[in-house]
């Protein structure tokens, strides 16, 4: 049972440009979601989230964009840099619980110079 | 910056044999948990611990598993008799839920990787 989806397993972006990872679940009762990225041999590091209240937060290069109706969430970096190649995971827990992330299977993003 | 402290980085063992995964989480945490990743494929929750027990687990942790907070400091994962299909990338994480943070907090261990032979 696929909670959480990233249908994409990898994106190549040219450097200086967009890059839009895109995340899919199907739980209602997640209202709290998560981007995570990981490089090889290292743990995930937190990036940026947001919660079901808001539709969009945003830290310097990192937005995360939620629509809820479509359960639907998408993080734009931009613009893209050739340190941000890595595997990127979305999760989403249920704020309050006790904060179990469900994973997305990751999408690898590749910067090209 | 406060960090989560896995150890070893790397473990090789036999089929059938006890491995124990250690872990040192941020000190003033309350929440801990078990992560593993299967090479290629996504990260899966094993189990969270609160208050000095198990408050939610996963249908991966089954009985040969089992985790304990020992002496207030570390965290760790027993699996009891290895399984070839045991072979993954083990993360421990911890958390403050009383954190204002953007991510309460939740902080990931670099890892240990464990292979059955």
């Known amino acids: 049972d696929q909670q959480v989806k990233q249908n994409s397993p990898s994106l190549s972006v040219q450097e200086g440009r967009i890059s839009i990872l895109n995340c899919d679940y199907t739980?209602?009762?997640?209202?709290?979601f998560l981007w995570y990225k990981k490089y090889p041999a290292e743990g995930p590091t937190f990036l940026i989230s947001?919660?079901?209240i808001k539709d969009k937060n945003e830290d310097g290069r990192f937005t995360v964009f939620l629509n809820k109706s479509a359960k639907h969430l998408s993080l734009h970096i931009v613009p893209s840099q050739p340190g941000d190649s890595a595997v990127y995971f979305c999760?989403?827990?249920?704020?309050?619980?006790?904060?179990?992330?469900?994973w997305g299977a990751g999408t690898k993003l590749i910067i090209k110079p | 910056e406060p960090e989560v402290t896995q150890t070893p980085s790397h473990q090789v063992t036999q089929m059938g044999q006890e491995v124990i995964l250690r872990c040192v989480p941020i000190?003033?945490?309350?929440?801990f948990y078990w992560y593993r990743q299967i090479l290629g494929q996504k990260v899966e929750f094993l189990v969270s611990?609160?208050?000095?027990?198990?408050?939610?687990k996963s249908e991966i942790f089954d009985d040969q598993f089992s985790v304990e907070r020992p002496d207030g400091s570390n965290f760790t994962l027993k699996i009891r008799s290895t399984k070839l299909e045991d072979s993954a990338m083990y993360f421990c994480?911890?958390?403050?839920?009383?954190?204002?943070?953007?991510?309460?907090?939740?902080?990931f261990g670099s890892g240990t990787r464990l292979t059955v032979v």
């Open positions: 994480a911890s958390s403050d839920i009383g954190s204002l943070g953007p991510n309460y907090g939740y902080t």
């Open positions: 000190s003033n945490h309350l929440y």
């Open positions: 611990f609160y208050n000095n027990e198990i408050s939610e």
């Open positions: 739980n209602s009762m997640f209202d709290y």
């Open positions: 947001i919660s079901s």
């Open positions: 999760a989403a827990t249920v704020e309050h619980s006790n904060y179990q992330l469900i």
